[in-house]
């Protein structure tokens, strides 16, 4: 099983068998309120029926075609789509079957471009120390996690990180974005300054990092960043696989906080996790580079066998509408201060360090056992899933990340359960 201690679950086995709205159901028939959209990505709740549908009518139409060097209608209109929802010029669209391959295209992308634009030494990769980009080998390089690395090398090599942006001792409990950002950006002058402007491809940041314990951008820093790949000619990647289709209470983290990247990863709500597929967004620059050469030629000799596949751009398609009838963005950015109040409101237990929230994102930390790191927010996210509550704990983080569609009462209840949890430790 990923990311499991399978000998331990085979003991004490989690069985799911249905879900539905905000709900998941055991095998035993207990309801389980879904406190992190499955995996981040069932932002519109379980089993929705317009998304059922839609994939179901695609089944009898067209279930697979090939996408090499042949097209289906399907594809190209959910592409004309998202190339409406995200922000600027990021007109075009590369299909990927998952977030781990939509980071690692992306990076292919960012050193084709530059092979392309005549500057074939621009190839390092500058990613962040505790990021997440995924499991394949480009994203375990420019990502920052020694448990995703450690047993894997070597690895990419022309790559370096960024520190990350966490600052526990100065922005503790700090509410939405901790201020100070911009001087944590440049830091990337520093790399500059190491490796110099004409060897590096490209940035790839997590606007605000998922995975690794919720660690909102503090005021500045994406804008920085963006100023100061502008004036070096290197990228600048959003990974958005987590902050895209309204996490945020916005299209993605790009229109949320107003700044431009030349690409953006996504995946998880871009089908509402009803069919696996990722999608890279690319700029008119970088795809008007690309488009060079003989008519004949393969302009990006990359690609998956299911880019594209029509399963999951019915189900995309079909999502996309669900978040614009249903007002799914915006309803997130409503209900943001209630999320904040709420989880804020468990700052009084002695075993917590930091809340953090941004969206419909929240994260409770907990001072680790010094010997057994993880232990602790484990055994929450244990008696939570018992008590009908389940939630995502990284580290001795605990994150929230509910569909989009909870309710007040909903967000009550799982500050309620946490509370009593939290009250045992
Ligand atoms: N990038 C980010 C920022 C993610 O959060 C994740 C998954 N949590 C991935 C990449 C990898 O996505 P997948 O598991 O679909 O490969």
């Given at each position: 099983?990923?990311?499991?201690?399978?000998?331990?679950?085979?003991?004490?086995?989690?069985?799911?068998?249905?879900?539905?709205?905000?709900?998941?159901?055991n095998?035993?028939?207990?309801?389980?309120?879904?406190?992190?959209s499955?995996?981040?990505?069932?932002?519109?709740?379980?089993?929705?029926?317009?998304?059922?549908?839609?994939?179901?009518?695609?089944?009898?139409?067209?279930?697979?075609?090939?996408?090499?060097?042949?097209?289906?209608?399907?594809?190209?209109d959910?592409?004309?789509?998202?190339?409406?929802?995200?922000?600027?010029?990021?007109?075009?669209?590369?299909?990927?079957?998952?977030?781990?391959?939509?980071?690692?295209?992306?990076?292919?992308?960012?050193?084709?471009?530059?092979?392309?634009?005549?500057?074939?030494?621009?190839?390092?990769?500058?990613?962040r120390?505790?990021?997440?980009?995924?499991?394949?080998?480009?994203?375990?390089?420019?990502?920052?996690?020694?448990?995703?690395?450690?047993?894997?090398?070597?690895?990419?090599?022309?790559?370096?990180?960024?520190p990350?942006?966490?600052?526990?001792?100065?922005?503790?409990?700090?509410?939405?974005q901790?201020?100070?950002?911009?001087?944590?950006?440049?830091?990337?002058?520093?790399?500059?300054?190491?490796?110099?402007?004409?060897?590096?491809?490209?940035?790839?940041?997590e606007?605000?990092?998922?995975?690794?314990?919720?660690?909102?951008?503090?005021?500045?820093?994406?804008?920085?960043?963006?100023?100061?790949?502008?004036?070096?000619?290197?990228?600048?990647?959003?990974?958005?696989?987590?902050?895209?289709?309204?996490?945020?209470?916005?299209?993605?983290?790009?229109?949320?906080?107003?700044?431009?990247?030349?690409?953006?990863?996504?995946?998880?709500?871009?089908?509402?996790?009803?069919?696996?597929?990722?999608?890279?967004?690319?700029?008119?620059q970088?795809?008007?580079?690309?488009?060079?050469?003989?008519?004949?030629m393969?302009?990006?000799?990359?690609?998956?066998?299911?880019?594209?596949?029509?399963?999951?751009?019915?189900?995309?398609?079909?999502?996309?509408?669900?978040?614009?009838?249903?007002?799914?963005?915006?309803?997130?950015?409503?209900?943001?201060?209630?999320?904040?109040?709420?989880?804020?409101?468990?700052?009084?237990?002695?075993?917590?360090?930091?809340?953090?929230?941004?969206?419909?994102?929240?994260?409770?930390?907990?001072?680790?056992?010094?010997?057994?790191?993880?232990?602790?927010?484990?055994?929450?996210?244990?008696?939570?899933?018992?008590?009908?509550?389940?939630?995502?704990?990284?580290?001795?983080t605990?994150?929230?990340?509910p569909?989009?569609?909870?309710?007040?009462?909903?967000?009550?209840?799982?500050?309620?359960?946490?509370?009593?949890i939290l009250?045992?430790?």
């Open positions: 099983m990923p990311f499991t201690a399978n000998r331990a679950f085979r003991e004490s086995p989690r069985m799911l068998s249905t879900a539905e709205g905000m709900y998941y159901k095998v035993d028939g207990h309801k389980i309120l879904d406190g992190c499955g995996l981040w990505c069932v932002n519109a709740g379980h089993g929705n029926a317009k998304i059922t549908e839609a994939i179901k009518k695609q089944l009898d139409q067209l279930s697979y075609a090939p996408a090499f060097q042949i097209g289906y209608g399907i594809a190209f959910f592409a004309d789509r998202l190339a409406e929802l995200f922000p600027g010029d990021l007109n075009h669209v590369f299909f990927t079957n998952s977030g781990s391959e939509s980071v690692d295209t992306a990076l292919k992308i960012a050193r084709a471009y530059h092979r392309a634009a005549g500057n074939p030494e621009k190839v390092k990769l500058i990613g120390e505790r990021a997440y980009h995924g499991v394949n080998f480009g994203g375990i390089s420019v990502g920052g996690i020694l448990n995703n690395r450690q047993r894997f090398g070597p690895l990419l090599p022309e790559v370096d990180h960024l990350h942006t966490h600052d526990l001792n100065k922005n503790a409990f700090s509410k939405g901790p201020e100070n950002g911009a001087e944590k950006a440049d830091r990337l002058l520093d790399l500059i300054a190491l490796h110099g402007a004409p060897n590096i491809a490209a940035v790839i940041v606007p605000m990092a998922g995975s690794t314990g919720v660690l909102i951008p503090p005021r500045g820093y994406l804008g920085r960043l963006r100023e100061i790949c502008s004036q070096h000619d290197i990228l600048l990647i959003f990974d958005e696989v987590i902050t895209a289709f309204g996490r945020l209470g916005d299209s993605c983290a790009a229109s949320r906080f107003d700044i431009q990247p030349d690409m953006i990863t996504t995946a998880k709500g871009l089908t509402n996790g009803a069919v696996p597929m990722g999608a890279v967004m690319i700029s008119d970088i795809h008007n580079a690309l488009m060079t050469g003989p008519e004949n393969i302009e990006l000799f990359h690609g998956y066998t299911y880019s594209g596949h029509p399963l999951a751009c019915a189900a995309g398609l079909a999502t996309l509408d669900v978040y614009a009838e249903e007002d799914l963005f915006k309803r997130a950015r409503e209900m943001e201060p209630y999320l904040e109040q709420a989880v804020h409101g468990l700052s009084h237990h002695n075993c917590v360090i930091d809340i953090r929230n941004y969206g419909m994102v929240a994260a409770i930390e907990l001072a680790p056992l010094a010997e057994n790191p993880g232990v602790r927010a484990f055994s929450v996210f244990q008696k939570a899933f018992d008590a009908g509550l389940l939630v995502r704990t990284t580290g001795d605990i994150a929230l990340s569909p989009l569609i909870i309710t007040k009462q909903q967000i009550d209840f799982v500050v309620n359960t946490l509370d009593g009250a045992t430790i």
